[in-house]
């Protein structure tokens, strides 16, 4: 037993035999490719012929993609009741705040109801064995007071303190 008897390192051993693979790999890509650069026409099987055999297709030549114009005009779309003051030199609608306020009041109202018939019997409670909506309603806003309530105070008892303290 010396210095000199070393046991091979095994993953010095596995990159060589990798790199060796890696090689070989290249080798048969460079003999594929010099294959398929020989026969320029693409052979096809077909179905018809009895297996095994070939046939050949011509190369088809592709053509360039067609450009049409476009009349930019014929692009906007613009509503028919709107006049002409609603749109500036660019074709851009303008800055309008009353439609801007209709926008943001229907947003907040909600879908309009298909059925206001059902509607009327479930906020009189007409429907038995459902609360009626008045109630449900009555409950929220009670519920949404008692908690403003409540912060007002966590935040006016933590303000009296803050001053009690300084």
């Given amino acids: 037993m010396g210095f000199r008897d070393k046991k091979p390192d095994p993953i010095s051993d596995k990159a ?3 790199e060796s693979e890696i090689q070989k790999l290249e080798a048969e890509i460079k003999k594929l490719d010099t294959q398929l650069s020989r026969t320029s026409t693409p052979k ?12 050949p297709r ?3 030549k592709k053509s360039e993609p067609v450009f049409e ?3 930019v ?5 613009r509503d028919e009741s709107a006049t002409p ?11 309008d705040l009353p439609a801007l306020w209709n926008r943001v009041r229907n947003h907040f109202r909600g879908p309009t109801t298909s059925n206001p018939r059902l509607v009327n019997y479930l906020a009189a409670g007409g429907v038995q064995g459902l609360r009626p909506l008045r ?7 009670n519920r949404v007071i008692a908690l403003a309530l409540g912060l007002f105070v966590l935040l006016f008892g933590s303000l009296w303190l803050y001053l009690k303290i300084r």
Avoid at 45 to 53: E, K, L, N, Q
Avoid at 135 to 141: F, G, N, T
């Fill in 16 to 18: 060589r035999s990798l």
């Fill in 135 to 141: 109630y449900e309603k009555r409950v929220a806003r």
């Fill in 58 to 60: 011509p190369v088809e």
């Fill in 44 to 55: 096809y099987r077909s179905t018809a012929t009895p297996s095994g055999a070939a046939v």
């Fill in 85 to 95: 003051d609603y749109y500036n030199e660019l074709g851009v609608r303008k800055y």
């Fill in 73 to 77: 005009k014929s692009l906007q779309v």
């Fill in 69 to 71: 114009e476009i009349k």
